[in-house]
């Protein structure tokens, strides 16, 4: 089983940038199609960005392109979200996904690993 360790969450005001990272176990990282959703108490989990295994390819939701960037390091076993300009809508928790097999998270498509979640809180 892979296990998916976030960090970089926390509370900022409107207009500040946090990035968050998501470390990875396993031997077979850069097969794996990397995301990141994000999902409010009482709400349906959103889809955020993803990656392919290579970096080669990015996917974002509309309501962030622009201001979020998803990134990986392969050797590091890593993935980052770049998050600047963040609004107080921003605020939810962020799960680092993982879809095995050359495969991408997506709004439809299930992820096979999750993270445990990292705070982001965004204030006015």
């Known amino acids: 089983q892979v296990q998916l360790i976030e960090s970089g969450g926390g509370s900022v005001q409107a207009g500040d940038s946090l990035r968050l990272s998501c470390v990875a176990s396993g031997r077979t990282f850069s097969t794996y199609g990397m995301g990141w959703f994000r999902q409010a108490s009482g709400k349906e989990r959103e889809f955020v960005a993803h990656?392919?295994?290579?970096?080669?390819?990015?996917y974002y939701t509309a309501s962030v392109k622009g201001r979020f960037t998803i990134s990986r390091d392969n050797g590091k076993n890593t993935v980052y979200l770049q998050m600047n300009g963040l609004k107080p809508e921003d605020t939810d928790v962020y799960y680092c996904a993982a879809k095995r097999g050359f495969g991408l998270p997506t709004a439809t498509t299930p992820a096979d690993y999750w993270g445990q979640g990292t705070q982001v809180t965004v204030s006015s």
């Open positions: 990656i392919t295994g290579s970096g080669g390819g990015t």
